[in-house]
């Protein structure tokens, strides 16, 4: 209960795909909004890793990069007796439901994603059915909870528009059903783009390595990094339309520290951009430490985030495996 307005709190669903590091975008445009909602919300939020195969993964490394996700849900501050935390796979109902979902959405509607398009033409010697279907599982992620709120990145808008379709179509065959989830706006959040190229969102994916900062990466790499940020020729600090290096230093510096834009126009007047690069460098060093330091702390016992992350799963399942047989039941299942 909200003990506020004494009203249910609304329940908010979200996921990252455990494929690679995470980086400095990854963490203003999702993470630290999970934090802060989970007070205010029934929170739900899990490791993606169904998600990961649709592009091909190494083993080892992709078990490794599971538990590292893992990890830093707990490292940023996600609180396990708070909300739940759990991993995609250890709750069967996802890929059960994403069965059924995929009988209620269209070839026509899944041909015009666009991250669809984009990755096929990516890993165009793999263009997998399951890369098609990627967005009936991630409607299945979110209707299993009977989730009132998405937070999710510009990115995956169009995911979540194509999640209200599946569960409205289900709904007018089947009556209320399914609950239609809204996207979440965050408070704090931001477009974090490449330091390199910033037309590019940041992205780990991107072979510079100077383009993007990686939450657990040394003060020193963050340093250099921000150091050689690209910027242009006007010599002040201020968002300006076409400033696009400008405006990215600024927000970044603005949602680390809590500052409007303008407090940090101000704080910077008549000052260089190696100061105000240092600076940036300096907040985001001070952001990370905690959280560097609790990921080596987890990182390093694997059983207990295992621990963590099945009571968690144990907690999903029980909601999701109802939610599961409701909709069986409705289409006419033997139950
Ligand atoms: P990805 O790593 O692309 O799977 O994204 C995981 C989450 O982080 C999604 O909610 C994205 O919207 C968000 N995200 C990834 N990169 C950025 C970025 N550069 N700026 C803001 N949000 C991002
Ligand atoms: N597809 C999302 C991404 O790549 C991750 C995701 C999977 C997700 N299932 C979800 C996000 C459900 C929100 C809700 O970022």
Same mark, same amino acid.
């Given at each position: 209960?909200?003990?506020? /307005?004494? /009203?249910?709190?609304?329940?908010?669903? %979200?996921?990252?795909? $455990?494929?690679g590091v995470?980086t400095l975008?990854?963490?203003?445009?999702?993470?630290?909004?999970?934090?802060?909602?989970? %007070?205010?919300?029934? &929170?739900?939020?899990?490791?993606?890793?169904?998600?990961?195969? /649709?592009?091909?993964?190494?083993?080892?490394?992709?078990?490794?990069?599971?538990?590292?996700?893992?990890?830093?849900?707990?490292?940023?501050?996600?609180?396990?007796?708070?909300?739940?935390?759990?991993?995609?796979?250890?709750?069967?109902?996802?890929?059960?439901?994403?069965?059924?979902? %995929? &009988?209620?959405?269209?070839?026509?509607?899944?041909?015009?994603? /666009?991250?669809?398009?984009?990755?096929?033409?990516?890993?165009?010697?793999?263009?997998?059915?399951?890369?098609?279907?990627?967005?009936?599982?991630?409607?299945?992620?979110?209707?299993?909870?009977?989730?009132?709120?998405?937070?999710?990145?510009?990115?995956?808008?169009?995911?979540? !528009?194509?999640? #209200?379709?599946?569960?409205?179509?289900?709904?007018?065959?089947?009556?209320?059903?399914?609950?239609?989830?809204?996207?979440?706006?965050?408070?704090?959040?931001?477009?974090?783009?490449s330091l390199q190229?910033?037309?590019?969102?940041m992205s780990k994916s991107d072979e510079n390595v100077n383009a993007w900062v990686g939450?657990?990466d040394s003060?020193?790499d963050i340093?250099r990094k921000f150091?050689r940020a690209?910027?242009? %020729?006007? *010599? &002040?600090?201020?968002?300006? $339309?076409?400033?696009?290096?400008?405006?990215?230093?600024?927000?970044?510096?603005?949602?680390?520290?809590?500052?409007?834009?303008?407090?940090?126009?101000?704080?910077?007047?008549?000052? *260089?951009?190696? !100061?105000?690069?240092?600076?940036?460098? !300096?907040?985001?060093?001070?952001?990370? #430490?905690?959280?560097?330091?609790?990921?080596?702390?987890?990182?390093?016992?694997?059983?207990?985030?295992?621990?963590?992350?099945?009571?968690?799963?144990?907690?999903?399942?029980?909601?999701?495996?109802?939610?599961? *047989?409701?909709?069986?039941?409705?289409?006419?299942?033997?139950?």
């Amino acid at each position: 209960m909200n003990e506020t /307005t004494n /009203t249910p709190k609304k329940r908010v669903l %979200s996921g990252i795909q $455990p494929s690679g590091v995470l980086t400095l975008g990854n963490y203003l445009g999702a993470l630290k909004n999970w934090k802060a909602m989970q %007070s205010e919300f029934d &929170c739900l939020f899990m490791v993606a890793d169904l998600h990961t195969i /649709t592009i091909r993964q190494e083993p080892a490394k992709f078990r490794q990069q599971i538990y590292n996700t893992a990890a830093m849900l707990l490292s940023i501050g996600l609180d396990p007796s708070q909300s739940t935390l759990f991993i995609q796979s250890h709750v069967a109902a996802h890929a059960q439901l994403c069965w059924i979902l %995929s &009988c209620y959405t269209q070839f026509g509607e899944l041909s015009r994603m /666009t991250q669809f398009k984009e990755k096929s033409q990516k890993h165009a010697d793999n263009v997998n059915a399951g890369l098609f279907s990627y967005p009936v599982l991630m409607a299945a992620d979110i209707l299993l909870y009977a989730s009132d709120l998405v937070p999710v990145g510009h990115d995956q808008k169009q995911h979540l !528009e194509i999640s #209200r379709n599946i569960a409205t179509r289900f709904n007018n065959c089947y009556g209320d059903v399914l609950t239609i989830p809204e996207p979440y706006i965050p408070k704090i959040g931001a477009r974090v783009m490449s330091l390199q190229n910033p037309t590019k969102k940041m992205s780990k994916s991107d072979e510079n390595v100077n383009a993007w900062v990686g939450i657990v990466d040394s003060p020193d790499d963050i340093l250099r990094k921000f150091k050689r940020a690209v910027t242009d %020729s006007e *010599g &002040c600090i201020r968002m300006q $339309p076409g400033r696009d290096a400008i405006n990215n230093l600024i927000s970044i510096y603005s949602t680390v520290t809590g500052k409007s834009p303008e407090q940090v126009e101000q704080q910077f007047e008549g000052k *260089g951009y190696g !100061e105000f690069k240092v600076a940036i460098a !300096e907040a985001v060093i001070e952001e990370f #430490r905690p959280i560097r330091e609790n990921f080596e702390y987890y990182i390093k016992d694997k059983k207990e985030l295992e621990r963590i992350f099945k009571a968690g799963a144990e907690s999903a399942a029980h909601i999701a495996n109802r939610q599961v *047989g409701k909709v069986m039941k409705k289409i006419g299942f033997v139950l």
